[in-house]
Structures are given as structure tokens and as C-alpha cells.
């Protein structure tokens, strides 16, 4: 079984978890800790060193132990038990396994007088025992945190955070392997929490920026899930997450390949396997950027149209589609219009869904002032098209008009037009008269008109 290096001056696999000891009084025999440890069979050595970090902190007590790879869960409690029964207090306990000469680190910090938990040794060694099962192609670095208490300043409130895996290793068939192996053994009676990702360095101290993430309580059945992810972890992504309200949720940063053969079959599968699946636009999965599988289509057909400078998702969800030209609006709205109008139908069957309506914003680099927003749908792109046509020509009027938005929704549209506040009275009756010429548009609520730090008022 080869192993590379996880930290610096270490070779091999790393798992990391924190345990500390308790003892009954002022501790004066970490010696006899030492040698009574030592006696077990799982320990190959152990060892203790004191830091006093007077005058800046208080002194500490470290120990650490060197287990072998084939520790049982049986010596794991036999060795918690034997912690216990010595007056030595740690401030820390590193537990480490080693077998032809690689280690697995076991580190948990900040748990000051406390037993070493029965459990998670216990959970440990079974880490220990699905290593062992590996084949000897298997390279990976391996950390395992032991339980966290956290305090969130806001509130007050303490957290305790169940224990963590965190893994790298060469292969995505390797990373799923360990990943369904390790909650089988260690996810059924308590929290699974993993992190892991394939890394030719097999390193943890890289960041690859494609990392699965699975934190699930106790006994969570992820026989479905595990499939899915793995064909998930093949895409273009930047990061996976799971968790069971969620489902799996999967970050792309690359909108083409948002609505490409390739995740379009995932989401079929995670369909057919009843496993909510959700994408996002972005760096990392944690972010409020739901991409649809509407949005995810619409976002790679408009981003590569010809006009189209960008297209992409506001912290709102909403569709961002900005041309290079006012004029290049024009052809978005082509698109909307193509094959009898299916897209704006699209979008208008989103508004009465409700809770998954798309809403798409249309503007330029040429005036950022002009807006276009299908609020949910279109209820007629003709009349869209006749107002569109007459905000082209009034803009290239009338440099003194500070905004100009056309808001559309499946049953009307609505008009505002603000003017500068220097804006001349002749400019302003011009915009105004050539705005009424628009009122007989039977689709068409109203037109609400005035300056910009100024009151505004329905056109009649």
C-alpha cells in the first residue's frame, strides 16, 4: 500500500481528531500515564512532552501515541479506559497510526482535562480497519477531527460539531470507494461529516477547488446518493455538497457547460433515482445562486448569442443579460420569440409555478439607465417589441432621461421614465407626448413619468 506525504516532515496517510484526558487532582504522573499506554498491543509507542508558555499562556501537557494500523475496536476502548484511570491531565492527545511507514494522525486540540472518548477511538479504529481494506494502488492524506465545540458570537450559543473527515487521494473510483466504506462504518450510529477530493498530489494542504462535501446525521440511508455523486464529481464542477433538506447541490462557474449533455444526464439520473438536485453559478456550492433546470438553459442559450456580453445570476436568482448595445436587445428578444414563442411561454408557466418563477433582466454597456424586466413572463412580445422600439428612439433623443425601465409581467407591462434633474421643460414634454403615443397598447398598465429626485405620476 504506497502513502505520500501529509504534512511537512511526515510521510503517509493523515487523519487527524482531538482527544484529551482527564485525571482526578494536579497531575504528577504523565510517566506512569506513558507506561501504562505503552502495555497495550494497538501501541507501538507513546510518549509525552510539557511546553510552559509562561508569561504569554499557560503550560501544556501533550501526549501522543503511536498506534499500529490493525488496532481493534475492542483495544480502542481498552486504551480509553486506561486514559481514564491515570491522574495525568493533557491538555492534548495525538493519536497516530503507523504501519510500514506511513502514519495516520488522530489530533484533537483544546479539550483541557477530559477522558479520551470511548467512541470516537472506537469509531477511529474502524476508520483503521476500511484503510486496510484498500487496495495497494490506494494513496491518500487522511484527517479526522474529533468533536468541536463552537461558539457563535452572535447568539451566545455553544455548537458541538460532530467529528470530521477530511481526504484526498489519486482517483475519483478511490475517493468514492473510502467515502461509501467509511459511512457504512462509521455514519450509521453517529453524524457523518466528510470532505474529501481527488488530488494528484494527495495533499490536504492544496486547495483544488473541487471538493465533495457530505454532512448527514446518524443512519442516513445514502445507498441512492452515493451513485449520483460520484457521476456528479465527473462534471466540470467547483465544489459538491450534500445534505439531506438540500440534496445534492453542485457549483459550476462555467455557464455553456451548465446545460451541456454531460449535466443534463446527471440531473436525469439524480431524477430517476428520486435524489434532489440542485446547480449553482458559482466558485464553491454554498452560495444562494439556485440554477434551475429553466434558468440552467436559458443561461446557455443566452449567453452565447452574438450581442450578448454576459449572462448570469444575481444574488436574487435573477437572469442578468447584458448586450453590448441597446440595439442588441433586439436580438434576446428574438430569442424569446423563436419557435412560436416557446421561451417567453417558459416563462410564463414559471410565474404560475410561484415558487420557482424566472425572472430575466435585460440592459447594455451602451446605457445602463435602459432596462427591460420580464417579471415571471411576457403577455405579448409584440407589444414588447413596439414598446422596446419606441425607447430607442426617445433615448437617442433625449440624452437627459436618468431611467428608463419597461417591466413585464404574463398579464401587462408598466413603464417609468425619470429625467434628470436639469433635464429642460421642452425635453421633458417631447419624451412625454411621444410616451402617450404608446397608451392605446392594450397590454400596456400604465406609464409613470417625473424626475429623478422627484415625485412621479401616471401619464394619461
Known sequence: MKRKASLALMTGIMVTATLALSGCGVSISHSDWERRISQSDAVISADWEYLNNWPTGGSVYTGRVILDMG???????????LSCREDAIFDEIHYEADSQGFKIVAEKRGLQGKCSDEEELANFSRILEVLNRQPASFEADLLVWSYETRTDYATGEEETKPPSIRFKTTTVEDLFA????????????DPFSFTGAVDEKVSLLSDTGMELDIDVPAGLDLSKVFPILA??????????KFREDDGIVVAMNDLEYLASEDTNRVRELADAAGVPFNLVFGDNPYGSSTVSAVRQQFLADLAVLPSVE????????TIEVTTTSVAGIDEVLDYFEQNGGEHVQTLNDSFVNGADKVSVLLTSTENKNFKIRLDGG??????????????TEILAENPEIYRFHIQSWPDKFRILVEFEDHASASGVEATEQKLKELLPVA????INTGRFNGRTEKLT
Open 178 to 189: 473510502f467515502a461509501e466504506q467509511a459511512h457504512a462504518a462509521v455514519g450509521v450510529n
Open 310 to 317: 454576459s449572462a448570469q445570476l444575481d444574488q436574487h436568482s
Open 443 to 446: 397590454t400596456l398598465e400604465e
Open 231 to 240: 457521476e456528479a464529481y465527473l462534471l466540470d464542477h467547483r465544489g459538491i
Open 378 to 391: 411576457v403577455s405579448s412580445l409584440s407589444d414588447l417589441r413596439t414598446m422596446y422600439g419606441a425607447a
Open 71 to 81: 488496532m481493534t475496536e475492542q483495544q480502542a476502548r481498552e486504551m480509553a479506559q
